[in-house]
């Protein structure tokens, strides 16, 4: 399956809905959408995983470059919305202690 990328920007940043699958194949959509992506120092970088059906060791490397381009803009990363799967996969690999993760919202059960 393939991923789509929804940007709405906030009065506190970007936020980047991802649905579909976060793969070896899709993976690269994500990179390149980030290159593109204007993040003000002060602003987050909230990833809306709410939608994601899928995420491999490539997407996880894609979730590392969205932190690390958060980092060097001086910004704040997050994650929400996590599904099940994805997240245990994050704790497996200790990135629940390096990014932080909100539970869904009320529009996103």
């Known amino acids: 399956m393939s991923l789509t990328i929804e940007q ?10 991802l649905a579909g699958d976060l793969d070896y194949e899709q993976a690269p959509h994500l990179r390149r959408h980030l290159d593109t992506l204007v993040l003000p120092a002060g602003h987050c970088l909230l990833l ?7 995420c491999d060791s490539s997407g996880i490397t894609a979730l590392l470059a969205a932190h690390r381009l958060a980092q060097i803009a001086a910004a704040d ?20 202690r390096v990014f932080t993760i909100h539970p869904p919202t009320a529009a996103h059960p």
């Open 48 to 54: 809306d995983l709410s939608d994601l059906d899928f």
């Open 77 to 96: 990363f997050a994650l929400t919305a996590v599904p099940p799967r994805t997240l245990r996969m994050l704790a497996v690999v200790g990135l629940d």
């Open 8 to 17: 709405h920007d906030t009065a506190t940043g970007p936020v980047l809905h």
